[in-house]
């Protein structure tokens, strides 16, 4: 059995995670085993008992990177210590090329680099200066997407898809109405948005667009699922709008979410940038209508009921999106069938992955 180290930022239900976790929930286990390096290890992550659970080792930081010095030292002591014929790092810049740098410096034969972010609004310019790195201190370049490759990488590199259990995601009315009881929400049109509730993630465009949508639709209610620092402002503004009973904030839903898909009449996703979001392949394979922003990737677009528009800050672009919303909600499909060709089938693709880690 191979045991392949991921060095990951947390444990969290992040978009990354979620990824890593679906491709270690469809390997062969007797085969390939994955081991687990967490950067910010600094408390405890949602997903570390199921893990152990599995077989899992799991190590943590206790430096993080911005102990700049003592983070060098903790890794090429971890990396002295510990010994993998294979690293696969998930990063959303070239920033974590020091783990590669370790990892090399002290024997580790492939040390891989997996781009999971297609822009960023942080060290930018940090980022842009250490690309080159990536070549000297990776033997091999995975991206989530061609934007996600293009940011992170100067050459080539290897798509690895952001794959899902489509069946497990389908449209599912039991599922729908037994949501929308427990959220009192049986006569509403809901717009849905799954994410961290940040500024990147942009959840205030949807309450801007909520205001004209109520025009069209006077029972329309804004649905999040997400924690984040963007709390607080929503429902700031939410209460200075007059439209707190037009918003519900569910924080989390632990494994769950796969069923609120179902529930909503259409998702919205204002995202700032994706590398390639977990969550349109997710909605897209249950058949969920969705508008997005003209900011992220054509290649979320996978199916017919997908539309992008501009997040610019003006009355016209939310009066347009309500619209767009309205005239799609009509428009749930079976979609199933063209995520899976798309290539975003997990086991197919978990298999792609294991038979590439077993030929290093």
Known sequence: MKRVLNVISTLEQGGTESVVLNYFNNIDKSEVMFDFLVIWGNKKGYYEDFLRGQGCNIFKMTSPPNKYFAHGRELKKFFKQEKYDVVHIHAMSSLRYRVAK??????VKNVIYHSHNSSGESHLFLHNLLKNRLNRWCDYKFACSEAAGRFMYKGEF????????????????????????????????????????????????????????????????????????????????????????????????????????????????????????????????????????????????????FEFLSIAE?????????????????????????????GFDIRIEAKKLQEFYLSL
């Open 158 to 305: 290897k798509i690895i898809n952001n794959a899902i259990d489509v069946e497990h995601f389908g449209y599912n009315y039991e599922y729908r109405q037994a949501l929308r009881e427990k959220y009192n929400l049986l006569d509403k049109f809901i717009v849905g948005n799954i994410g961290r509730l940040t500024e990147v993630k942009n959840q205030k465009f949807i309450l801007q667009v909520l205001k004209p949508l109520l025009k069209i639709k006077s029972n329309a209610v804004v649905f999040c699922i997400g924690a984040g620092n963007e709390k607080e402002n929503l429902q700031k503004f939410v209460v200075d709008n007059d439209l707190q009973d037009s918003l519900v904030l569910a924080d989390t839903v632990g494994t769950e979410v796969y069923k609120y898909y179902s529930m909503f009449d259409c998702l919205a996703f204002p995202s700032k940038f994706e590398g390639l979001s977990v969550v349109l392949i997710e909605a897209q394979a249950n058949g969920l209508p969705i508008v997005a922003s003209d900011t992220i990737s054509p290649e979320h677009k996978l199916c017919e009921n």
């Open 314 to 342: 003006n009355e016209t672009n939310y009066s347009e999106w309500a619209e767009t919303i309205n005239i799609l909600s009509d428009k749930r499909q079976q979609n199933a069938e063209a995520v899976s060709k798309a």
């Open 102 to 107: 370790a990892a090399k410096q002290c024997g």
